[in-house]
């Protein structure tokens, strides 16, 4: 059974940092495509960043551009975001979710497992 769960959520100020991490078990994980989604209250989901089985492509919504990066260690089976310079509106509600294979997207309904999700909260 897959079992996607992310860590590392929590309360920071403004102009801040913080890393998520998202471990996976039940699939073979060097073979799936990796994204990190986000959704705040009374909007829709949107794709945050999304890489590729092997890290070789990477793909950044407009609005993380510049401060998140992300990561894998396929030999941890872990998933990472770095985010940098928060600003208020990235607080949400936070989404490790994969799809086997190569996409080269953040599409939400194009993945087929999800975790639960952690929360960041950004204050001003």
């Known amino acids: 059974q897959v079992q996607l769960v992310e860590s590392g959520g929590g309360l920071v100020e403004a102009g801040g940092s913080l890393s998520l991490s998202c471990t996976a078990s039940?699939?073979?994980?060097?073979?799936?495509?990796m994204g990190w989604f986000r959704q705040a209250p009374g909007k829709e989901r949107e794709g945050v960043s999304c890489?590729?089985?092997?890290?070789?492509?990477?793909w950044y919504g407009d609005a993380v551009k510049g401060r998140f990066t992300i990561s894998r260690d396929n030999a941890k089976n872990t998933l990472y975001l770095q985010m940098n310079s928060l600003k208020p509106e990235d607080t949400a509600m936070y989404y490790c979710?994969?799809?086997?294979?190569?996409?080269?997207?953040?599409?939400?309904?194009?993945?087929?497992?999800w975790g639960q999700g952690t929360q960041v909260t950004v204050s001003s």
């Open positions: 979710a994969a799809r086997f294979g190569v996409y080269s997207g953040c599409t939400s309904g194009d993945y087929n497992a």
């Open positions: 039940g699939l073979t994980f060097a073979r799936y495509t």
């Open positions: 890489i590729s089985p092997g890290s070789l492509t990477t």
